[in-house]
Structure formats: C-alpha cells, structure tokens
C-alpha cells in the first residue's frame, strides 16, 4: 500500500474532510475510490480543469499576501498545464525575480523584460475585452515599475555601501546593472505603442519617463563616452514622449563639472573614479582653479579634449601616448602631497 500522496503538488498532507481527501498544501480534492487507486497504483487522473482553479487561487492568494515565493511556485506550475496564461507567464518569472540575490539583479532584469513581448502578445489573444486588457497592461506596468524600483534601490545601496577600497571595482558591476534595470521600463513601453497604441498609450508614456529617472541616476560615474551614450538614449524615449505629449521635458540632469571633465584622464585610465584621476582632479580645483591663468588652461582643456577623446579615446595608440605624461604628473603631484584617495568635485 502507498502513501497517499497529492497528484498535483506532491504533498503528503493529504486529510479526509466532509467525504473527500483534500490535500492541505494546494486543496486539491480526491474521493474515497480515487484516493484508495492512489495508495493501490500511485496514481489517478484527475480533472485537470479542477488542479488549475485551485492552482490559480493559491497564486493570487500568495500574491495578495506579498508571498513571492509561494507565487512563484504556484505560477509555473499554472505555466506547466496552461503555457497560454499570460498570467503565469508573467508572474512566474516576477515573482523569482522578487526573491535573487543581490549579485542575479542584472540577469533577472534582463528575463523579465525577455519575457514581456510574449506576455503582451497573450493578453492580446486571449484577453477580448478591451477594459481587461487596459487594466492588465497598467498593472504589469505597476509591477515592472515596483522591482525595477526595487532592483535600483537595491544595486544603489549596496554600491553606496561599499567600502571605498573597492568602490571603483564595484563600479562597473552597478552601471551595469542599472542599464538592465532600466531597460525593463524602456522596453515595456515599446511593446505597448505597438500593441495597445489606440487604448493604452499613457502606460507607454509613464514606462518611458521611469526608465529615463532610472537612466539619468547612473550619468555620474561614467566616462565620457559613455555618459553620451546614455544621454543619447535618454534624448530618443524624450522625443518619443514628445510625440504624445509636446509639454514634457527631460528631468534636469545633473553632473559636477569634472564629470564633464578630466576627459584624457578619464580614458587613458578607464574610469572617471580611480586613484589617478582623484589626484588629477584634485590638482585641477585646488591649483588650478585657483589662479587666473589656471582657470584658462581648464576652459581650453574643456574646449579641445572632449573632441579629442571622442575621435580616438579608444585607440590603443591615443592611451599609449597620454599614459607616460599623465603617470609622471601624477607621481610628482603625490609626491607634492596631493592625494589619490576618493574625492568629491567642487563644482
């Protein structure tokens, strides 16, 4: 004789109430003639239609009492009989995406927003009445914007936190994790202007303008080129606002002066934030800055590098040949006394 176990969840916690055996983990109900087959073969068909309806009300129970893991856990199950659930399609990989590791943040972004084209293309098959779809696409709107949020928040912290020692490591790693964050929101409105153009154009706007608050977080630690990237990126969603709403402007985007500069440092060294360059942009506001003639070599320097690092920034031979000067200055000015710890721009 077998131990009666539940078809559907595997659990053991099988107990007899009012006439049927009901499985305490997922409330699949079994009769006595089907329960005493399970304990005699190990198994029994059961209505399929009955596991689903139980499954679901178990997810959206763990959803409403924010039990990600029990969520997830119930959607891919739902996922297993139903693959057409945009439902389970989505929720399954929100919810474990809820629950990675500080270190997954990056590749969990990046399966959420893989799987939103297949989500919306669901919801517009299977779903015929227009008011559903429209409160559909708004709540999975609500829910990319709650974990990138939360994902962001996160990344931030963590990189805050670090010790300064391994700040500049740790660099690399937050930015990009940020641009998949981001690109969550960016992507979701896309496939809403293309799906739901007629009714839920708002939705796009709102997905756009909070990839572009994410975005614009990240511009000061990154090096020239690349901040012209993500400000190149943040422009094109601006102006595809603008096509919806002509009054929207981008959110001011702040960045010290030195973002904006120390621009051959910057690429010779690979990082706006590393010790060479704090001691160079040290050098640059405590004596440079302070004399008349200092501040026209800085104005000058801002006019001519800038082009100069776009054009051959990435070349092997441009490096080379700044390298040398730039590791003698920045010896001579240590040995002045100028510090390469981390340092906070004056302007």
């Given at each position: 004789?077998?131990?009666?176990?539940?078809?559907?969840?595997?659990?053991?916690?099988?107990?007899?109430?009012?006439?049927?055996?009901?499985?305490?983990?997922?409330?699949?109900?079994?009769?006595?003639?089907?329960?005493?087959?399970?304990?005699?073969?190990?198994?029994?068909?059961?209505?399929?239609?009955?596991?689903?309806?139980?499954?679901?009300?178990?997810?959206?129970?763990?959803?409403?009492?924010?039990?990600?893991?029990?969520?997830?856990?119930?959607?891919?199950?739902?996922?297993?009989?139903?693959?057409?659930?945009?439902?389970?399609?989505?929720?399954?990989?929100?919810?474990?995406?809820?629950?990675?590791?500080?270190?997954?943040?990056?590749?969990?972004?990046?399966?959420?927003?893989?799987?939103?084209?297949?989500?919306?293309?669901?919801?517009?098959?299977?779903?015929?009445?227009?008011?559903?779809?429209?409160?559909?696409?708004?709540?999975?709107?609500?829910?990319?914007?709650?974990?990138?949020?939360?994902?962001?928040?996160?990344?931030?912290?963590?990189?805050?936190?670090?010790?300064?020692?391994?700040?500049?490591?740790?660099?690399e790693e937050y930015i990009h994790?940020?641009?998949?964050?981001?690109?969550?929101?960016?992507?979701?409105?896309?496939?809403?202007?293309?799906?739901?153009?007629?009714?839920?154009?708002?939705?796009?706007?709102?997905?756009?303008?909070?990839?572009?608050?994410?975005?614009?977080?990240?511009?000061?630690?990154?090096?020239?080129?690349?901040?012209?990237?993500?400000?190149?990126?943040?422009?094109?969603?601006?102006?595809?606002?603008?096509?919806?709403?002509?009054?929207?402007?981008?959110?001011?985007?702040?960045?010290?002066?030195?973002?904006?500069?120390?621009?051959?440092?910057?690429?010779?060294?690979?990082?706006?934030?590393?010790?060479?360059?704090?001691?160079?942009?040290?050098?640059?506001?405590?004596?440079?800055?302070?004399?008349?003639?200092?501040?026209?070599?800085?104005?000058?320097?801002?006019?001519?590098?800038?082009?100069?690092?776009?054009?051959?920034?990435?070349?092997?031979?441009?490096?080379?040949?700044?390298?040398?000067?730039l590791d003698r200055l920045v010896?001579?000015?240590?040995?002045?006394?100028?510090?390469?710890?981390?340092?906070?721009?004056?302007?």
């Open positions: 004789m077998k131990a009666l176990k539940c078809e559907m969840c595997g659990s053991n916690d099988v107990v007899k109430q009012d006439g049927l055996y009901v499985c305490q983990n997922c409330g699949t109900k079994y009769t006595v003639e089907e329960a005493k087959k399970m304990m005699i073969e190990g198994t029994v068909k059961i209505d399929s239609s009955s596991e689903l309806e139980n499954l679901y009300k178990l997810a959206r129970i763990a959803k409403i009492e924010n039990n990600s893991e029990n969520a997830a856990k119930y959607y891919e199950q739902i996922l297993v009989k139903d693959p057409n659930s945009w439902e389970a399609t989505y929720y399954a990989i929100y919810y474990k995406s809820m629950n990675c590791r500080l270190g997954e943040i990056g590749k969990y972004a990046v399966n959420l927003t893989n799987s939103l084209p297949r989500v919306m293309n669901l919801v517009k098959k299977e779903i015929s009445d227009s008011t559903e779809q429209e409160r559909i696409v708004e709540d999975v709107f609500s829910r990319n914007e709650d974990i990138s949020n939360m994902f962001f928040n996160a990344a931030t912290n963590h990189y805050k936190n670090l010790p300064e020692s391994l700040k500049y490591d740790g660099e994790q940020v641009i998949k964050i981001q690109q969550i929101m960016y992507f979701y409105g896309i496939i809403v202007e293309n799906e739901f153009k007629n009714n839920c154009i708002s939705v796009a706007i709102k997905s756009w303008k909070s990839g572009i608050n994410i975005n614009k977080e990240i511009i000061k630690y990154l090096t020239p080129e690349a901040r012209d990237q993500q400000l190149d990126v943040i422009t094109s969603f601006a102006e595809k606002i603008k096509e919806y709403d002509t009054s929207y402007e981008i959110p001011k985007i702040e960045y010290n002066r030195g973002d904006s500069g120390c621009y051959v440092a910057t690429a010779v060294y690979g990082s706006y934030n590393c010790p060479e360059v704090w001691t160079l942009r040290r050098f640059r506001d405590n004596t440079l800055d302070v004399t008349w003639y200092g501040r026209t070599f800085i104005k000058i320097y801002y006019i001519i590098s800038p082009t100069l690092v776009k054009w051959f920034g990435e070349t092997s031979w441009f490096k080379k040949f700044w390298r040398r000067p010896m001579a000015l240590k040995s002045n006394g100028v510090k390469d710890t981390p340092y906070q721009d004056k302007y």
